[in-house]
């Protein structure tokens, strides 16, 4: 298994640590400036025509609060809001009973939509449209349906993979928000608000530090942060970059955010296989590590911090991936970066 230091999805552990750091309006939100401007509208303009607010997808990477922004969605509009997810919605008769139980004006999370069954998804296109359900009753020639009336409600839902929701499904939505990747400065906002609730004093150079670190991501800031605290409490060390950069060091971060398994994929291309192109399936069993871990956690970081690229022949480092590794055979095969 990969570190968890780093990988954006949730441990099932941290859940309750991150409610606790949320932020509660799009006023506190960090981040996100164009999607939180557009919430912003969205929100206002059902309010001012007294009417629940258009179906909204959250659509990006994990760990970037699309989570944060459905819970924020329902304290924004006054109502209620009731949370789901995909793979837990497997069968038509388990949306059914979750859409029944709505009151008027609720908000529905369903985190993962993408892995919901697709008879589900089916019934969901009439719920979205019209706010109302089909409900079969009886079997073979005798089989009936029943529609039922469902209250006016709001489905925000958040997917990793839009690519792989189905065309109807995503046209039903009125707004789609696509959140980034996190700049520095933001991030150093983040950790900012989390190190005063979490009561942690620390200097704005370790801040940025941390920042730099975390891959983009909120999550992994406030996981290292977390990190940090306990280093600092156990070493009664300085909270400044000196100790932030110690404590960065024993958990296997490096200075461009990489750990332990990074550093593995990237210096078997760059060594062992002299820079590539390598196949994920030699490459995952040159490291001891699971293919689909390289591919979902691993790979997407190091592509977008352009240290290895993909090509038709397989996994290849590109010069600063190289460097990264401390290769000295920089003519590798690249075509394709």
Same mark, same amino acid.
Not at 185 to 212: F, G, K, P
């Given at each position: ?200 004093? /620390?200097? $704005? &150079?370790? *801040?940025?530090?941390? =920042?730099? @670190?975390? #891959? +983009?991501? %909120?999550?992994?800031?406030?996981? !290292? ?35 332990? /398994?990074? $550093? &593995?994929? *990237?210096?078997?291309? =760059?060594? @062992?296989? #002299? +820079?590539? %192109?390598?196949?994920?399936?030699? !490459? ?54």
């Amino acid at each position: 298994m990969t570190d968890p230091l780093t990988n954006p999805a949730a441990t099932p552990d941290e859940l309750a640590f991150e409610g606790a750091l949320r932020p509660t309006s799009l006023a506190e939100f960090v981040g996100q400036p164009k999607v939180r401007g557009q919430l912003e509208v969205l929100l206002q303009a059902a309010r001012l025509q007294e009417r629940t607010p258009d179906h909204i997808l959250l659509a990006g990477p994990p760990g970037l609060g699309k989570t944060t922004l459905a819970t924020i969605i329902g304290a924004e509009t006054g109502r209620p809001i009731r949370y789901s997810s995909g793979p837990a919605i497997q069968h038509a008769g388990d949306l059914a009973a979750v859409l029944s139980a709505l009151v008027p004006g609720e908000v529905l999370f369903v985190d993962e939509i993408h892995r919901m069954a697709r008879s589900a998804e089916e019934m969901l296109y009439l719920a979205m449209e019209d706010f109302r359900i089909d409900i079969m009753v009886g079997k073979g020639a005798g089989a009936a349906s029943i529609p039922l009336e469902l209250a006016p409600f709001t489905l925000v839902g958040a997917t990793t993979r839009s690519g792989m929701l189905p065309a109807p499904l995503r046209d039903r939505f009125g707004f789609t928000a696509h959140l980034e990747f996190y700049e520095p400065d933001d991030l150093e906002r983040v950790l900012a608000r989390s190190a005063r609730l979490l009561d942690v004093e /620390i200097e $704005r &150079a370790a *801040l940025a530090e941390l =920042a730099r @670190r975390s #891959r +983009g991501t %909120p999550r992994i800031a406030n996981r !290292l942060l977390r990190r940090v605290r306990d280093w600092l409490l156990v070493h009664a060390g300085s909270s400044d970059l000196d100790g932030v950069r110690a404590a960065l060091e024993l958990y296997d971060v490096d200075e461009a955010g990489l750990d332990r /398994i990074d $550093r &593995a994929v *990237l210096h078997a291309i =760059a060594h @062992r296989f #002299r +820079g590539g %192109p390598v196949g994920l399936s030699t !490459l995952a069993a040159a490291i001891g590590e699971e293919a689909d871990t390289i591919e979902s956690v691993v790979e997407p970081f190091l592509v977008r911090e352009g240290l290895i690229g993909r090509t038709p022949r397989g996994r290849v480092a590109t010069p600063a991936g190289m460097r990264h590794a401390g290769a000295q055979h920089l003519d590798a095969t690249l075509d394709g970066v």
